[in-house]
């Protein structure tokens, strides 16, 4: 394990944006207080792009540690680090949110005259606590940040969604999820007794790692993590939230629940390699989910009429894929998976940032509302398109690198599921291609189309970044796969080596 | 068992103090006119106890489960001591006496001072109840608390209904406390018979005969009937429900139900005194309970009403502290006893939030409100933190006490059962959290202006502010009351050795 460091970069990372939460929950002029979110927004990116450099690819182990007790008479620490997994989605992490805030830049102060900064607020919390998953290190610490993010999302979606079905919606993403921490929180608990033999409990991941479970606890464990991050990915019996959030949440929302896997991470960070023997064993049953998310996804994305929708049903398909990566436990599958989370991360919520833009203009994203907004609004189309394309997997695009390494393990472990994924890509690529060529070409139906500003510079600016990454990471994937490296080989050494 | 004198800790004797200072202002406060000088007068009396309440947290010794700062009276069998856990209800029921009684003043239609002075006399009864070691005593304390809330409930009542919700009351409770006494009887008596003749209430004289078997189940059950009355435990809840549909809006349920004296007096006399016959029918009230869970959960689905909904929630999560105490290991006690006191905090929050709706809105039915975020966020946050502490959602005390109580229980009952529980409570929570939605959230009915509802007030954001503060502070921080409970409950553990 490396020293601790220095400089608290991380609790920093975690403080900014609560920091500008709190800013602009108690600025009563909306104007400022959007500023002021933008402003903590871009700090933490920085902040995150810092974490990325003061990182060194070359070490496996984890870095940027921060410690600190917590609760001792529990055993409980404050236990923050990164590690190659982590490490890239905290930037990733950071840009989506400056792209939900700008994308929230009038939306929130037209639902609700009272407080004009809690929308910005509400979207700083949630970013605090996305961060602190990625880098939390002790398990209950974890499962904290794990829950937080829940009540920003619940408000979020409840007071500025869309449509009459918003508020259930909101409650039932609540709930879902809350069932879903009840097996998450036993699995923890139970590795955090089962690693000792009844003596003092242990939670911080670095020893948990270094110390096996006997193997009948590992079955058990590994099947309610399964289950407890299986209902955030989500796996395909647990999505029921996802198509009603997708259409209820607002669209800068949507972004982040479909962008930010959390579930799948848990799955990297914690599920396996902690519950080593049980996920080599049970490899089949993610390969299992994994084809079935890529087919369902790509099916009901077909025949969905919504963009947002069909975007949300094709993130199925897509993490169905990172689990099949996952599950052949080679380094060329993990790191095509942690490509494939990254790139999605930044091309889904690019897309639903785009949808979140012709909301704003045309007041809906349904096909059927739509038609020939290529004509007026150009930009917009174009940047649609590309990052639609980026989450099929074009060559050219980052998608492509991720999406080759989890085929080509695929199809080397699993044949009949590599397969699968082969036609699954084809799906996805028709799901996309033709409810995009019935809302854009065409004759435009309604004036409303023809009225439409194309993007303005501020939206413009949001998503330049988005599509220079998706551009240059697929042109040059190399350093990225360079940083995942150390770390993707000393996870499949881990899981190996039993 | 032994006992450290209060001489050797503190110049004052604390714990008669704390009986004292409460009884004095109420009963002076009863003599005085309706004024202002009698409101600050009462405030200070409930100020002052909180203070010496901390004091004595200051003071008290938690490296020991020895019981603390004795206090002996023989004539009058009068026997008072406290160690870590009472502390932690005492700290509580302090902290409740000074919110009440700045809550309870902002109400127009009743005399502020006779309901202050009423509160006080109640705060010091319960810490009669909580500082005892008699049970004759414990006893008495509880048919005072008894008396005057169902004063209470007959004087002020909200609605026309009164009259059922008094009489429920009554029936169940002087029923309960009857059983509480028999109980105690029972246990004295069967001293008496060992020892030869000399009658004794005294946990310490009880302790030290040897336990006897045929009446033991008989004391059990009596006296653990008795306690889950008060608790009140499926399926023995049926006062609750009304008492809180129609009775005072909070004032009645939070004296009630803020300081679980029920569960507090099983820790302290149930567990101890009737050891064996605990182990022998432990599965028994562990399945009640966990029923008790789930029923309430599905009753609470059904309400209408936010207080009848909030009083199945409390019965729902009353059941898990229950299972925690009946897991008689040392996590699951410790955890049950802090789940009682977040519950006791949280359920307060909640209920004097839905009291300060009711001033605005005139009613809790849930059809009848909605759109009370945009007038009053402060009131509508405290009461969401309130029910997710309910929920255990960490970053609030229930997190961690819940955590320890399905440790416990998975290691004394097994995985299938506690996750259960488990997901039973997430459904109780789910449903407050369904109600919390419609009467904040979802748009206003028509019959309910936007004028009507009035910005919160400063003693408003007093009171739910201190409460949140508290509730919040323990959550992120709660090394300090794992550290006092810890040796206290190590030691009610002892009577329980493990396999």
Excluded at chain 1, 345 to 366: E, K, N, P, W, Y
Excluded at chain 1, 427 to 449: C, D, H, I
Excluded at chain 1, 480 to 485: K, P, S, W, Y
Excluded at chain 2, 417 to 436: D, E, K, Q, S
């Amino acid at each position: 394990m490396a020293e601790a460091s220095t400089w608290p970069l991380l609790s920093l990372l975690l403080v900014l944006p609560l920091a500008g939460a709190l800013a602009s929950a108690l600025l009563r002029r909306p104007p400022w207080a959007q500023r002021i979110a933008l402003g903590s927004a871009g700090l933490t990116l920085f902040c995150s792009l810092l974490v990325v450099y003061a990182f060194d690819a070359g070490d496996p182990e984890f870095q940027l540690l921060e410690s600190a007790p917590w609760i001792p008479g529990l055993n409980i620490r404050y236990l923050v680090g990164i590690d190659g997994i982590s490490v890239l989605f905290l930037p990733a992490t950071a840009l989506l949110f400056c792209g939900a805030v700008v994308a929230g830049w009038r939306v929130s102060a037209t639902a609700s005259p009272l407080a004009p900064g809690l929308y910005f607020a509400l979207l700083l919390l949630l970013e605090a606590a996305t961060l602190g998953v990625f880098c939390a290190l002790d398990t209950i610490l974890f499962f904290c940040f794990w829950e937080f993010t829940l009540l920003p999302l619940y408000f979020l979606v409840s007071l500025w969604g869309l449509g009459a079905a918003r508020q259930r919606a909101a409650v039932r993403y609540f709930l879902v999820m809350l069932a879903g921490g009840v097996p998450l929180l036993f699995g923890l608990l139970g590795l955090a007794f089962g690693s000792t033999g009844g003596g003092v409990p242990v939670f911080d991941l670095p020893t948990l790692l270094v110390t096996p479970l006997p193997e009948r606890s590992q079955y058990l464990i590994f099947l309610l993590l399964l289950l407890g991050f299986g209902v955030k990915v989500p796996l395909v019996p647990l999505h029921t939230w996802l198509p009603s959030m997708a259409m209820g949440a607002p669209a800068a929302i949507t972004a982040l629940l479909v962008g930010l896997k959390l579930g799948a991470y848990g799955l990297i960070r914690f599920a396996i390699p902690l519950a080593p023997l049980a996920a080599r064993d049970l490899h089949w049953l993610l390969a299992g989910f994994g084809t079935v998310a890529i087919l369902y996804g790509g099916v009901a994305a077909l025949t969905h009429s919504n963009l947002r929708g069909m975007l949300a049903y094709s993130s199925l398909a897509h993490v169905g894929l990172v689990l099949l990566g996952l599950a052949s436990f080679s380094v060329y599958g993990l790191q095509g998976a942690l490509l494939q989370l990254l790139n999605f991360s930044v091309a889904a919520g690019g897309g639903f940032l785009v949808l979140s833009f012709l909301q704003r203009r045309i007041g809906s994203t349904d096909i059927t509302q739509l038609g020939g907004a290529l004509h007026s609004m150009p930009r917009l189309s174009g940047f649609f398109l590309f990052f639609g394309l980026a989450g099929i997997g074009l060559p050219g695009t980052s998608g492509f690198p991720g999406e080759l390494l989890i085929i080509v393990t695929a199809l080397h472990d699993h044949t009949g599921a590599g397969l699968a994924a082969l036609f699954g890509m084809v799906l996805a690529t028709a799901a996309f291609l033709s409810p995009f060529r019935l809302a854009f070409f065409g004759p435009e139906k309604r004036p409303a189309m023809a009225a439409a500003e194309d993007l303005l510079p501020r939206e413009m600016a949001v998503l330049l970044p988005p599509s220079l990454l998706i551009l240059t990471v697929g042109i040059h994937p190399l350093p990225i796969l360079d940083l995942l490296r150390p770390t993707a080989e000393a996870w499949v050494a881990a899981l190996a080596g039993l | 068992m032994s006992e450290i004198w209060w001489a050797a800790q503190v110049g004052y004797p604390p714990l008669a103090t704390l009986q004292w200072l409460p009884l004095a202002g109420g009963l002076l406060l009863l003599v005085m006119r309706e004024d202002d000088l009698a409101l600050v007068l009462g405030r200070l009396f409930a100020v002052g106890e909180l203070v010496v309440a901390i004091d004595l947290y200051a003071r008290i010794d938690v490296s020991t489960g020895v019981l603390q700062f004795a206090e002996r009276l023989d004539l009058f069998a009068y026997h008072a001591a406290a160690d870590g856990v009472s502390m932690l209800f005492i700290l509580l029921a302090a902290l409740l006496g000074v919110l009440l009684s700045f809550y309870g003043m902002a109400r127009q239609q009743i005399s502020p001072v006779q309901l202050l002075s009423l509160l006080l006399i109640i705060e010091s009864a319960q810490m009669t109840m909580l500082t005892t070691m008699n049970l004759l005593w414990f006893a008495g304390a509880s048919a005072v608390q008894l008396v005057v809330v169902g004063y209470l409930l007959w004087r002020w009542a909200s609605a026309r209904e009164e009259n059922l919700a008094l009489s429920r009351f009554l029936q169940y409770q002087v029923f309960g406390w009857a059983l509480l006494v028999a109980g105690a009887v029972v246990l004295a008596w069967s001293h008496a018979d060992v020892i030869g003749g000399r009658w004794s209430f005294d946990l310490f004289d009880l302790l030290r005969t040897p336990q006897i078997g045929k009446y033991q189940s008989a004391a059990f059950y009596l006296l653990f009937y008795g306690l889950a009355i008060r608790t009140p435990l499926f399926p023995l809840h049926g006062w609750l429900p009304n008492s809180a549909g129609y009775g005072l809006i909070a004032v009645g349920p939070v004296l009630l139900l803020g300081v679980k004296v029920g569960i507090y007096g099983m820790a302290r006399f149930l567990l101890p005194l009737t050891a064996e016959a605990v182990i022998i029918w432990q599965p028994y009230v562990v399945a009640f309970a966990m029923v008790g869970v789930f029923f309430a959960a599905v009753m609470a689905f059904r309400q209408a009403n936010l207080r009848r909904l909030m009083a199945f929630a409390v019965v729902s999560h009353t059941s898990l502290i229950v299972i925690g105490l009946f897991t008689l290991h040392p996590a699951g006690l410790q955890g049950a006893l802090l789940l009682a006191v977040n519950f006791g905090l949280a359920i307060t929050v909640m209920l004097l939030m839905v009291g300060y709706v009711y001033r605005r809105t005139g009613t809790t039915s849930l059809d009848r409100l909605g759109g009370l975020f945009d007038r009053i966020p402060f009131i509508t946050v405290a009461f969401l933190i309130g029910g997710l502490a309910l929920l255990g959602m960490p970053g609030t005390p229930g997190f961690d006490a819940v955590h320890l109580v399905l440790e416990a229980s998975i290691e004394t009952f097994g995985a299938l059962p506690t996750i259960a529980t488990a997901l039973g409570n997430v459904a109780a929570a789910g449903f407050l959290l369904w109600a919390f939605q419609r009467a904040f959230l979802a748009p206003r009915p028509r019959d309910l202006p936007a004028a009507r509802i009035a910005p919160t007030s400063a003693m408003e954001y007093f009171v739910g502010g201190a409460t949140l503060l508290v509730l919040l502070a323990a959550g992120f921080y709660p090394e300090p009351w794992l550290r006092l409970t810890d040796s206290a409950t190590q030691s009610l553990a002892a009577y329980f050795p493990h396999g």
